[in-house]
C-alpha cells in the first residue's frame, strides 16, 4: 500500500511570497489532515476534511491559509502572504474506515 | 479544549535502563490515546493506542494505559536500545465525527540513549 505522498519536500520563500502544498492521501481514505509542525512543538490540526467537505477549520488562520480538496482524493494548503512565523513542518495525514492515521513524510518551510 | 502534557526533554539515560515518559491529558469526552515516534529524518508513526479506560496498548517492547481516573497515559519500557533514540509524542483524538477526529499532540519528549 503506497503511503500519503506530499511535495515539495522543502521550500524556502521570502516573507510576503505565497507557497502551496500538495497532498495525495492513501487511497480509498476518506479523511484527510493537515498539520503544523513549528520546530520544538507537537503537531497542531490546521483543518480536517471529510471527503471534499471540511469538518474542522478551526485553527486554520483563514486570513493567510486555504485549503481545498479536489474531487475528495488530493489536497492543497496555500499561505498567501507569508510571514516569517509560518516557518515549520506541513504534515499531511489520511484515515479510512477501521484504519489509523497515516502520516506523510511532510514539507518543510523556511520563511526568510 | 483538550490538551495534552508530556513531560520535558531531553530526557538521557544509558541502554538498558527503565523508560517512564509521563502524559496527561484534558478532554471533554472519552478520548482515544495514542503514542507517536519521530526518528531523526523520518516522518510520525503510530507507536501504540488505547481507546477506552483501563486499556492496554504495547507495541515494540514499549506500554502505556489508559487511566481514566488520573487522566494519564504514561509510556514504560523495561529496557532501552540505543535505537529507541527519538522524539516521542503523546496525543489523543476525541472520537467519530462521521470519521475519525483529528489529533491533539503533546509537545514532544526528546529520548537520548547513550550506550
Known amino acids: 500500500e503506497a503511503g500519503v505522498a506530499q511535495s515539495p519536500r522543502y521550500k524556502i520563500i521570502e516573507k510576503r511570497q505565497s507557497v502551496a502544498f500538495w497532498c495525495n492521501p492513501i487511497?480509498?481514505?476518506?479523511?484527510l489532515y493537515w498539520y503544523q509542525q513549528i520546530l520544538g512543538q507537537g503537531p497542531k490540526l490546521l483543518i480536517q476534511?471529510?471527503?471534499?467537505?471540511?469538518?474542522?477549520d478551526s485553527q486554520l488562520p483563514k486570513d493567510r491559509f486555504s485549503a481545498e480538496r479536489l474531487k475528495g482524493v488530493d489536497s492543497t494548503l496555500k499561505i498567501q502572504p507569508a510571514k516569517l512565523e509560518d516557518s515549520a513542518v506541513y504534515l499531511c495525514?489520511?484515515?479510512?474506515?477501521?484504519?489509523?492515521?497515516?502520516f506523510g513524510s511532510g514539507t518543510r518551510l523556511t520563511v526568510v | 479544549g483538550d490538551s495534552v502534557t508530556q513531560m520535558e526533554g531531553p530526557v538521557t539515560l544509558s541502554e538498558e535502563a527503565f523508560l517512564t515518559i509521563n502524559c496527561t491529558y484534558t478532554?471533554?469526552?472519552?478520548?482515544?490515546l495514542f503514542w507517536y515516534v519521530q526518528y531523526p529524518g523520518e516522518g510520525l508513526q503510530l507507536l501504540l493506542k488505547?481507546?477506552?479506560?483501563?486499556d492496554k496498548g504495547s507495541n515494540k517492547g514499549f506500554e502505556a494505559t489508559y487511566r481514566k481516573e488520573t487522566t494519564s497515559f504514561h509510556l514504560e519500557k523495561g529496557s532501552v536500545q540505543v535505537s529507541d533514540s527519538a522524539v516521542y509524542f503523546c496525543?489523543?483524538?476525541?472520537?467519530?465525527?462521521?470519521?475519525?477526529?483529528?489529533?491533539?499532540f503533546g509537545k514532544g519528549t526528546h529520548l537520548i540513549i547513550q550506550p
Open positions: 487511497s480509498g481514505h476518506a479523511t
Open positions: 476534511f471529510q471527503n471534499n467537505g471540511v469538518v474542522d
Open positions: 496525543a489523543l483524538s476525541e472520537g467519530a465525527r462521521g470519521g475519525a477526529d483529528g489529533l491533539t
Open positions: 495525514a489520511s484515515s479510512g474506515q477501521g484504519h489509523g492515521y497515516t
Open positions: 488505547a481507546t477506552k479506560a483501563d
Open positions: 478532554a471533554t469526552g472519552y478520548p482515544s
